[in-house]
């Protein structure tokens, strides 16, 4: 749906106004906006951003009849595509998610990761394709490729190179992570949550050493699913890969540095998904895929525990509703003593006007984790289904038990 609105300039310009026309003097520009929504269609070439629509200016005569024209004193106009948004455009479609599934066909989990040749060498990490038994890749063009193996892991970096057949794919290069700085302006893409591609910017904020091994610190925001993805460099090289989170802060994201991806790059063997080990060198605790039971819900799971990080996704949901897409997955990585992160839904509801599809989410931290039990607590929360967003919470425990 479409628009016309006035915006009035005063004062400080964002579109230039002709010369002959006082800077002091406000102006009365018709403009036409649409919708531009989080899936973002591309702003066309005579387009800005005005209050989050796209919109573009129209002369009197084009105006449509109908609209509508109301004054905005001092609108925020956004000025023509800075470097951000240049990078994003270039770099967005060589970014991929990854979805994998065990040996019994179940999908069990996804992350990111992202193409360093024409031919389909991708990068990840390696807690994103532990355990897998078959996998696909998918585009941001939304093209799919099934994933014909693995070429090089690292599993004491959390590093992994898998390949797919593509030819003439979009690709990243890598950066000399040796000549990185803090302070350096850097950018991160990956898929968090269930928003695929989401884009962040921040800083270097650290190199850190952690039991002799180097990571990137950094401030650009990141979730569970931006695993594998890549943190570039304002210049669209790759200067790490996000790999981890620190929870006792904000924005305490790390990445393993790109030089050490080189090395791995050199293996032309591709070898079977199963092979990559499904363990960790810091693991404390490390199992294989199982099936667990919720004795605070009664839900079936299935639970993966690899190294610092659990994985559980929702089993016996009624199958016409996993048809149409519904899930329950939850992702924690393991912070201090605790295994803290996000449980994330799709599942309808039920309203006055029929139903209605929300996505929600909301904490969860693990404080014990053994053979025969899993404990800790849960945020629950009612759910306003005008909004899509859990409120009221409050923490409960949560107990699984194997099935």
């Given at each position: 749906m479409r628009r016309a609105i006035a915006i009035v300039l005063a004062g400080s310009f964002a579109l230039p106004l002709p010369a002959?026309?006082?800077?002091?003097?406000?102006?009365?520009?018709q403009m036409e906006c649409r919708g531009f929504g989080p899936n973002g269609s591309n702003l066309a070439p005579d387009e800005i951003l005005v209050n989050g629509k796209a919109c573009r200016e129209i002369n009197a005569k084009d105006q449509p009849p109908s609209s509508t024209v109301r004054p905005a004193l001092q609108a925020n106009i956004q000025a023509p595509p800075g470097p951000i948004t240049e990078l994003a455009k270039s770099s967005v479609d060589s970014v991929v998610l990854i979805d994998w599934t065990d040996e019994n066909s179940g999908s069990v989990t996804f992350g990111s990761g992202f193409v360093v040749s024409p031919d389909g060498k991708i990068v990840t990490n390696h807690h994103v394709i532990a355990g897998a038994h078959s996998a696909t890749v998918k585009m941001n063009n939304g093209a799919y490729f099934a994933v014909d193996g693995v070429l090089a892991d690292d599993p004491d970096h959390d590093l992994a190179v898998i390949k797919v057949p593509g030819k003439n794919l979009p690709f990243l290069t890598l950066a000399d992570s040796d000549g990185l700085s803090v302070g350096d302006h850097v950018l991160a893409i990956g898929t968090s949550g269930q928003w695929e591609n989401s884009i962040s910017d921040g800083i270097i904020s650290g190199i850190?050493?952690?039991?002799?091994?180097t990571w990137i610190q950094t401030t650009a925001p990141a979730s569970h699913g931006n695993s594998g993805g890549p943190l570039l460099l304002m210049d669209g090289k790759v200067a790490g890969v996000l790999t981890w989170k620190d929870f006792d802060g904000?924005?305490?994201?790390?990445?393993?540095?790109?030089?050490?991806?080189?090395?791995?790059?050199?293996?032309?063997?591709?070898?079977?998904?199963?092979?990559?080990?499904?363990?960790?060198?810091?693991?404390s605790v490390t199992t294989s895929y199982t099936m667990w039971t919720s004795m605070t819900s009664g839900h079936d799971y299935k639970v993966r525990i690899s190294g610092n990080y659990i994985y559980l996704e929702r089993i016996d949901s009624p199958p016409n509703l996993n048809a149409q897409g519904a899930y329950q997955r939850i992702e924690l990585t393991k912070s201090g003593g605790k295994w803290i992160g996000k449980s994330r839904s799709f599942a309808p509801f039920e309203t006055a006007l029929g139903v209605k599809w929300c996505s929600t989410e909301y904490d969860i931290e693990?404080?014990?984790?053994?053979?025969?039990?899993?404990?800790?607590?849960?945020?629950?929360g009612m759910v306003n289904v005008r909004k899509c967003q859990m409120e009221k919470f409050e923490w409960k425990p949560v107990i699984l038990i194997p099935k």
């Open positions: 002959q026309q006082s800077a002091l003097q406000p102006q009365t520009i850190r050493e952690d039991k002799g091994k904000e924005n305490l994201n790390f990445a393993a540095p790109s030089n050490l991806i080189a090395p791995l790059l050199t293996n032309s063997i591709v070898r079977p998904l199963e092979e990559v080990p499904n363990e960790s060198t810091s693991a693990i404080d014990k984790v053994s053979e025969t039990r899993i404990e800790g607590r849960q945020q629950v």
